[in-house]
């Protein structure tokens, strides 16, 4: 028997939501498979509808009163939405006809390997009570399989799902074998059933293999133009070779992905099915595999199954191995960042009517799809690291380094951008920095409040991760994508990201979120009369340094005393963070999530009270423009914080405010000297 953490064992699989993403990009993949249709045979008469548009219903000027903008741009609105709507449902049709040949190939593929088998015959009414109790004692509220025997031919047990029927395949020279050790194949066999998965492994390998003729269409489509048509761009054109390597790589990434979590599917029903047994049986039976004929390295390197000696080598450590490595980060990111991308860019301006009027809100819903699957698929993975024992240096930095690499590589390799020349949505390396570095923050501080559960808090609270996770990585999307266009329009890195704290429309939820965090580091932390010293003793220093110091800010802006407000306040809550870094390395970075947001609010609070004679007071600017631009200072900074090794074994209780004090008043006055730069 097993015995791990009770929080391990009722954890989420991350499996299922790289399954998830998997399924999502290639559906995406086959959208866009369907614009390229829409553009061969429906392009010209898109593209003379909105020329029409463009003559009939003039757009919006300068000169135009606010009443009359609206009204032209809602006539315009009503003018493009027919094309639109029509371009919309064609790149619909190449997701839909993917995922009716995955859905058919879902049938086709689990019969084919039952076929393979050989005749089948109805086990004994002994091996399906095995069954039966199998699944029982794992907890699961589902129906044994039904089992049968192959023929003799037939080495390896397996699990299919058909329709509503599973079946439960075993070799018939199982009877042969130890019943301990018969048990334990019954028993793993059972656990696949238990987690419930069976399906969807079908569904992915039937979703894989009917996109590539899929992606044929265009190529096919195009040489019939030339054909028949009198076309006169054919295959040989550049755009089509990047179609075909694009294309190539998105089926070669998902096929990572995929390996990666069949072989991670195995170790997990390993794991789950020695919970409530001795994994003696199974481990004598997998020591007994690993003596045979090894197989050579291309089978092994496309195997997936892992092989026996590393399912030994899981079972004595007693967790997953894997899931957060360097690799996995790098895949994963980069698929997030495709489907994150062509969602943006074509899947909803095609849905919601036009593009100008999509961007306001595609924008956030393709943010919340990719942050969705990025928690389920990476936040699922960094929590359960958080609880287990392999946690060197190194695997610290792939954890927290794959992730922004793979993203940055899905932005520049994205299958949507074939034929263009820029890197990315809005057109060049600020956004990708900019994205990459926004996904880093927000899986540091993750892991961060990960690691503050697993060390203080008993319970299993995998739904409230799900959803904080979703959150986090929602909206570091959505600051990446949007800091990055913002970039590129104030030509400058700080002014852009500037801006962006404090006027983009994402403040107010990212300032909601700050708090939530705040509170959950707060109820998490142990040692909190020393944080609350910190976030005084930071508060003070950088009030009485707004008191006492000069002000240089630039005076002709009405809102500039305000800015100068904030940056004072980022500086209280930028002082914690360093401060308890720098003594106590990458768990100072928990500790800061509690500390920080509180010294901002009450330094925010202190500006507010010496300037309450002034009218011109924003209330809701303050509350949400420092949380927002201290929550980019976190996101910059929480990947170098999380590199840190464990902090000084000497350190005092007061030593962290003390610190704290020094950096404050340091901040401060850098704020102020240089205020007329940054108000």
């Known amino acids: 028997m097993t015995t791990t953490d009770v929080r391990v064992e009722t954890a989420p699989s991350a499996g299922r939501g790289r399954y998830a993403l998997l399924i999502v990009v290639l559906l995406l993949a086959g959208v866009l498979v369907g614009s390229l249709l829409h553009s061969q045979f429906l392009g010209r008469s898109w593209v003379e509808a909105i020329q029409a548009c463009g ?38 049709s190449g997701a ?112 894989w293999w009917a996109l590539p003729p899929v992606l044929a269409l265009p190529l096919l489509t195009t040489e019939a133009l030339v054909l028949f048509a009198g076309n006169t761009h054919t295959l040989w054109e550049s755009f089509w070779a990047e179609y075909v390597g694009r294309a190539a790589l998105v089926l070669v990434l998902t096929a990572l992905v995929s390996t990666s979590v069949l072989r991670s599917r195995e170790h997990e029903a390993d794991l789950r099915s020695v919970r409530e047994v001795p994994s003696a049986p199974l481990r004598a ?95 699922t993975a960094l929590w359960r690291f958080a609880l287990g024992t392999q946690r060197s240096a190194l695997r610290w930095a792939g954890v927290t380094l794959g992730l922004p690499v793979g993203v940055a590589l899905g932005f520049l390799t994205d299958f949507s951008r074939t034929g263009t020349t820029d890197l990315g949505p809005f057109g060049d390396w600020p956004q990708v920095v900019a994205l990459a570095v926004a996904m880093a923050g927000a899986a540091c501080v993750s892991l961060a409040l990960a690691s503050l559960w697993a060390t203080t808090a008993p319970r299993r609270i995998w739904v409230l991760a799900a959803v904080l996770n979703t959150a ?160 980019l200072v976190l996101l910059c900074v929480a990947v170098p914080i999380t590199l840190l090794p464990g902090g000084w074994p000497r350190t005092r209780a007061w030593h962290s405010p003390a610190l704290a004090l020094v950096a404050a008043s340091g901040i401060t006055t850098v704020v102020m000297r240089i205020g007329h730069t940054i108000t």
């Not at 000027?61 to 009443?67: K, N, W």
């Not at 839909?96 to 076929?115: D, K």
């Not at 690993?290 to 050579?296: D, S, Y």
């Not at 996995?328 to 860019?345: E, H, K, P, S």
């Open 55 to 92: 003559k009939t219903r003039p757009l919006a000027t300068a000169a135009d009163t606010p009443a009359q903008s609206l009204e032209k741009s809602q006539q315009w609105l009503d003018c493009v939405t027919p094309v639109e709507r029509r371009r919309g449902l064609v790149s619909l």
């Open 96 to 207: 839909l006809l993917v995922l009716l040949l995955a859905l058919g190939l879902t049938q086709l593929l689990p019969r084919r390997l039952f076929r393979r088998a050989g005749p089948v015959s109805v086990a004994p009414a002994v091996w399906q009570e095995r069954a039966e109790n199998a699944v029982r004692s794992m907890r699961r509220r589902v129906a044994a399989p039904q089992v049968v025997f192959g023929s003799l031919a037939l080495r390896e047990a397996f699990t299919i799902r058909f329709l509503r029927w599973t079946r439960m395949v075993l070799p018939p020279g199982i009877v042969t074998v130890p019943p301990d050790q018969a048990d334990a194949i019954v028993r793993h066999e059972s656990a696949h059933v238990a987690a419930g998965d069976v399906g969807l492994v079908w569904l992915t390998r039937g979703v």
């Open 285 to 379: 039976l997998l020591s007994r595999a690993t003596t045979a004929a090894r197989a050579p390295w291309w089978r092994r390197a496309n195997a997936i199954h892992p092989p026996p000696s590393q399912r030994v080598a899981v079972l004595d450590a007693g967790e997953l191995p894997g899931q957060t490595r360097v690799l996995d980060g790098v895949v994963y990111g980069a698929l997030a960042a495709m489907a994150a991308q062509t969602t943006t860019l074509v899947a909803l301006p095609t849905l919601l009517g036009s593009a100008e009027n999509s961007q306001s809100y595609a924008l956030p819903l393709s943010c919340l799809l990719a942050g969705a699957l990025t928690a389920a698929g990476w936040g």
């Open 472 to 631: 986090l990585f929602t909206g570091a999307w959505w600051i990446g994508m949007t800091s990055g266009a913002l970039i590129i329009a104030a030509q400058n890195w700080f002014y852009g990201v500037a801006i962006a704290g404090m006027s983009a429309n994402w403040q107010l939820p990212v300032a909601i979120g700050l708090v939530v965090v705040c509170g959950l580091a707060w109820h998490w932390n142990s040692g909190r009369l020393t944080l609350l010293a910190v976030s005084a003793t930071a508060t003070a220093a950088a009030l009485l340094g707004r008191w006492l110091l000069p002000e240089h800010a630039n005076f002709a802006d009405p809102k500039a005393l305000d800015r100068l407000d904030w940056w004072v306040a980022v500086g209280a809550a930028t002082a914690c963070l360093l401060a308890l870094a720098a003594l106590n390395g990458r768990t100072g970075l928990g500790q800061a999530l509690a500390a920080a947001p509180t010294a901002a609010l009450l330094t925010t609070a202190g500006c507010l009270l010496m300037r309450n004679r002034s009218r011109d007071l924003d209330l809701v600017s303050y509350l949400v423009s420092v949380p927002s631009l201290f929550t």
